[in-house]
């Protein structure tokens, strides 16, 4: 088993949990626009998580305030934060999101595992604008009907893919915003010519385009907006960094003319 089908077996457990109770939040504000802001913006933007271990690299910084650090990033700028909410392989919690979402004025991430509408349900409630479908994780049908569910709920759709033929499946689909994940979450491996690999293969322009994983250096950042990102999803090296502000401005470049042209 890979241990991407090891957290959605997790996930389908977690599910029938969720099914059975009533959903513990009620969000105090409404989903708060986050594509239509990036588009005006003359620097590549960040969208910056709340990690506090993963199953590649365990601890990072399990005992995180996760309020004071989303405080941190929104001071930084930051277009958006990214909170895990798993538990078992990540450390996280839909309390931290919410405890996030309530404390900060951007649009949070509920970076999940998602297979099943409740969880959108307990996201949205929770204070989520945004939420992640990983094409790999899903049949086709479960990637279209999880979109247009949390579309018809207010919410935007971040769609990750890893693979060609993931993005194939997912074009389809005509998203907004598509996620390429730097790293093969069945394997761990981070590549960061994967954005370039796959940028290129997505036709419409509109289309906002994050580069998730791996972003250490400056050069990283510019290997990125020049394959075509206009976001980038930056954890780990976030996390780490004893001078966020410094982390997080090391990895903020312009949006030079190249980054419509590179596509
Ligand atoms: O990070 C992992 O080990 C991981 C393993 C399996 C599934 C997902 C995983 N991570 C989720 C993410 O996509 C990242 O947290 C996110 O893109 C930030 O990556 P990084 O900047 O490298 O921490």
């Not at 029938?16 to 594509?35: D, G, M, N, T, Y």
């Amino acid at each position: 088993m890979t241990v991407l089908e090891n957290i959605i077996a997790s996930k389908q457990i977690e599910v029938e949990r969720l099914l059975q109770v009533s959903i513990p939040f009620h969000a105090a504000k409404q989903p708060i626009p986050f594509k239509d802001t990036i588009a005006n913006s003359s620097e590549v933007q960040i969208i910056s998580e709340i990690k506090r271990a993963s199953p590649s690299k365990g601890d990072i910084r399990t005992e995180i305030n996760p309020v004071a650090q989303a405080k941190q990033y929104e001071a930084c700028g930051a277009a958006a934060i990214s909170v895990l909410t798993d538990t078992t392989f990540f450390k996280g919690s839909m309390e931290d999101l919410q405890a996030v979402a309530e404390a900060v004025r951007i649009p949070v991430l509920c970076k999940d595992f998602i297979i099943h509408p409740i969880q959108i349900d307990h996201a949205k409630a929770a204070g989520a604008s945004i939420v992640l479908l990983i094409v790999a994780a899903l049949s086709k049908q479960q990637l279209h009907d999880l979109y247009h569910y949390a579309i018809n709920k207010g919410l935007e759709v971040i769609c990750e893919v890893h693979q060609v033929t993931e993005l194939e499946v997912l074009l389809e689909l005509n998203p907004e915003i598509i996620g390429i994940n730097n790293r093969n979450l069945k394997t761990f491996e981070v590549d960061l010519q994967t954005t370039a690999k796959l940028a290129a293969l997505i036709p419409h322009r509109d289309t906002l385009i994050i580069s998730e994983s791996g972003f250490r250096t400056r050069s990283d950042a510019i290997l990125a907006r020049d394959a075509g990102a206009e976001v980038l999803l930056i954890g780990e090296t976030l996390m780490r960094a004893t001078n966020v502000s410094k982390a997080f401005n090391e990895l903020k470049v312009a949006k030079e003319r190249s980054t419509k042209h590179a596509r």
